[in-house]
């Protein structure tokens, strides 16, 4: 019997689980169990793993499946090319909710992510269930968005730069952002390749909907986002040094809550290589600029 217990944190998303050593030599039971967890809660999370450095980090995230490059643009983490390095002194202002790296056709299938420094308050990360949020869509809204597909792209908003509270530091990261410009045609409803799960695909790399008017794919986006980020679709994680967090990629949105001013956070993410999205019809995503190949294999 294993000695893992995972603990519920909030009503359709998130649970934290107790009783792990995280490192590359879990034992495969366990990892067999997270895994179910992950598909059941969608983030789960552990205190306490401070004995992981990056390279037991990278280790661990081994066992969970193949592992992308840190990012297709951003550089890794010194010689770690597994490890994106998430410090907000950086420029790194992560507080538009988003699935991680969609822009390209074979998007994370999920990712790790472990607490380095984070202020005493703020700076906690919030998830959203995005199969909850279709699951109580109306059915007439379901079935439209079973039918569309969205244009994803890391091109900046650069109104976005203009506002940030340091415009100059968050220009320089989104010059190397999008030094590369990838754009990809997704299904706005995908189908989860294990649990077989109807979730949103949208997120703020989602720019617009294809064969509508920029006016009607901003409101139309915009409609759909405000029902994933009900805050019943929702978790909120408050960071301590050490914790970890794992979320299925395919099956959330993420974002920071920024209102921890200058203060250091850091975090490192290593993601685990995903498939590319098939949606309702069984049409699956198309890369439409840019090539992947050398950030994420495909997975098997």
């Not at 597994?82 to 994370?108: A, E, M, N, S």
């Not at 190397?176 to 409803?189: Q, Y």
């Not at 960071?239 to 993420?254: K, L």
């Amino acid at each position: 019997m294993s000695s893992i217990v995972t603990t519920p944190v909030a009503g359709r998303i998130g649970a934290e689980i107790s009783g792990a050593r995280l490192g590359g030599d879990l034992p495969a039971d366990v990892v067999g169990e997270i895994r179910l967890a992950l598909l059941q809660h969608k983030v789960v999370f552990f205190r306490g793993q401070d004995h992981l450095d990056e390279r037991g980090q990278v280790a661990f995230a081994r066992l969970l499946g193949e592992l992308t490059t840190a990012h297709p643009t951003v550089p890794a983490l010194d010689d770690e090319a597994h490890i994106l390095d998430l410090d907000y002194r950086r420029g790194q202002k992560v507080d538009r909710w988003h699935t991680d790296v969609t822009f390209v056709d074979r998007p994370p299938a999920a990712s790790v992510l472990r607490a380095v420094t984070v202020p005493s308050a703020g700076g906690d990360t919030l998830w959203a269930n995005t199969v909850t949020a279709y699951e109580h869509l109306p059915a007439e809204l379901r079935e439209l968005l079973d039918r569309l597909r969205a244009v994803h792209t890391n091109q900046y908003d650069y109104a976005q730069v203009a506002s940030d509270d340091d415009p100059e530091r968050a220009r320089a990261y989104a010059e190397v952002f999008a030094s590369t410009v990838f754009e990809t045609e997704h299904p706005v409803v995908r189908v989860h390749p294990e649990t077989g799960e109807r979730s949103i695909l949208l997120g703020d790399f989602a720019k617009r909907l294809v064969g509508l008017s920029s006016t009607t794919s901003a409101s139309v986006i915009k409609l759909i986002q405000d029902n994933v980020t009900q805050v019943e679709n929702t978790v909120r994680w408050r960071w301590a040094p050490g914790d970890v967090a794992i979320w299925d990629n395919r099956a959330t949105q993420h974002r920071v809550v920024h209102d921890f001013g200058d203060r250091p956070r850091r975090l490192h993410r290593v993601t685990i290589a995903g498939d590319i999205p098939v949606g309702v019809d069984a049409r699956p995503s198309t890369a439409l600029t840019g090539d992947a190949r050398a950030y994420t294999p495909v997975a098997a």
